[in-house]
Nanobody
Framework: QVQLVESGGGVVQAGGSLRLSCAAS????????MGWFRQAPGKEREFVAA????????YYADSAKGRFTISRDIAKNTVDLQMNSLQPEDTAVYYC???????????????????WGQGTQVTVSS
């Protein structure tokens, strides 16, 4: 089992920044890919970004490209999501996820991830 705990959510004005962090513990040696997803009220949970466990390869949704940066802190065993130029449409609960398989072409699929955190709320006011 892998345990994931998110932190760093909050309320920010449009144009502002937030940094989310996901702490991983447990059998993390079995993890190949870490991802961030988000779910807005009344919408499906959607892919935001992912990174390989080594930190060498990153993936982004079109909505995140150029504004968000995902990174791995190997020493702290965390995965961070730096979010800049936030807009009201970024308001959602953000979830950290971990996958055992190397998701080369499936990194954006919710069902490809085996473990999930409890989520952290991000609210962007206009």
């Amino acid at each position: 089992q892998v345990q994931l705990v998110e932190s760093g959510g909050g309320v920010v004005q449009a144009g502002g920044s937030l940094r989310l962090s996901c702490a991983a513990s447990g059998r993390t040696f079995s993890t190949a890919v870490m991802g961030w997803f988000r779910q807005a009220p009344g919408k499906e949970r959607e892919f935001v970004a992912a990174v390989t466990w080594s930190g060498s390869i990153t993936y982004y949704a079109d909505s995140a490209k150029g504004r968000f940066t995902i990174s791995r802190d190997i020493a702290k065993n965390t995965v961070d999501l730096q979010m800049n130029s936030l807009q009201p449409e970024d308001t959602a609960v953000y979830y950290c996820a971990a996958a055992r398989a190397p998701l080369v072409t499936r990194h954006y699929l919710r069902d490809a991830y085996n473990y999930w955190g409890q989520g952290t709320q991000v609210t962007v006011s206009s």
